[in-house]
C-alpha cells in the first residue's frame, strides 16, 4: 500500500512542478516483478493501481481537480470493466492513456488503454461519480473538461521493441 501512496505522490508532485492542461493523461510505466503473479505477467488487480494512478493524472492535468476543489466535490470510481487481451511480462514499458469519455446522467465515462509500442494489450471504461456531502451530484459543472478526445488526435505511442522472450530451459 505504501508503493501505492508513494506512486499517487509522485503523480501529484509532477503535476505540481510541470503543470500543463491535457485533454489526456498519457503515462509510462515498466512492469515491475513484484506487480506480477506466479505466471509471470502483471496481476489483474495490479492493473487497477496503474488505471487509478491514470485518473488522478487526467483529473490533475485536465483542469477538473481544481473544479472539484472550488464545488467542494471529488470523484468516486463507481465501477470499471476491463478487457485483457494481451499479457504485460515483467521488464516490460508500457504507456497508459486515459481520457473522458463523456457524460451520461450523473456519470462521467474515462477510457483507458495500454499499450505496449503499438500494440494495445488492456483497455478499460470507467465510471466515476462524483460526491458532495457524501451524495451523488451532477457533474454538469466539468461538461467541458469532459468533452471525448478522439483517438486520432492523442499522440502516437512511441514504438518500442518487445521484450525479449524467456528461452525455455
Known sequence: MIRYHLRLLWIYLKYRFRP?????SITTWRVKIRDC???RH????VYLLYFDAGRMDLI?????????????CRPMLGGVDVTYRRELR????FQLQTRFDGL??????????????ETLHTSALARLLILKNGRVTD???????????????????PVTPPPKAHAAR
Do not use: I
Open 20 to 24: 500543463t492542461r491535457q485533454p489526456a
Open 37 to 39: 503473479d506466479l505466471n
Open 42 to 45: 502483471m496481476n489483474n488487480a
Open 60 to 72: 490533475l492535468r485536465s483542469g477538473a481537480a481544481a473544479r472539484l476543489v472550488r464545488e467542494r
Open 90 to 93: 515483467p521488464g516490460t514499458r
Open 104 to 117: 451520461n446522467g450523473k456519470v462521467v465515462h474515462v477510457r483507458q488503454d495500454v499499450f505496449v509500442g
Open 139 to 157: 457533474p454538469s459543472f466539468l461538461a467541458d473538461l469532459v468533452v471525448p478526445t478522439p483517438s486520432d488526435q492523442l499522440p502516437t505511442p
